[in-house]
């Protein structure tokens, strides 16, 4: 097991890396490279009513449809936390959705929590392989 002060380094890197991957769904940048270079090719997601993917390919055309239809809605990330250990890492963050794209929806404001899984590589590098979104009290279906 690695020392403590570099599992928390790693916990920082991947933080960042996730913070990352939410501000590119608002910038619409979800296709950049430094995005698709850090999501494992067989990339789990489960979000609230949103349809679910078994590749990083369908995750980030789901994403990027989503975003690319509806440029109002945005998410931030409000505060997070992560761990590192023996090769997995988990990050925690609560995020702020505005700009919902439903009808007489769009002034609201909701707070999702997202929870993205890491895994370290035999080459070293951490990938993202699994992202799940609950967006808690007031959640509703899109349509």
Known sequence: MAPRNQRKEIAQQL???SR???AAFTEHK???DEITAILHPGLMTCFDGLPSATSAAEH???LDTLSMGHPNWEAHVVNGCASARNGYGTVWLTINLTG???EGFENMEREAVCIMSWRKQGDGK???WEHRTWRGPGSFLLH
């Open 15 to 17: 933080e960042r890396a």
């Open 126 to 128: 951490w990938l993202l």
């Open 100 to 102: 919902l794209p439903d």
């Open 60 to 62: 980030v055309h789901n």
């Open 30 to 32: 979800l296709l950049d």
């Open 20 to 22: 990352k991957i939410v």
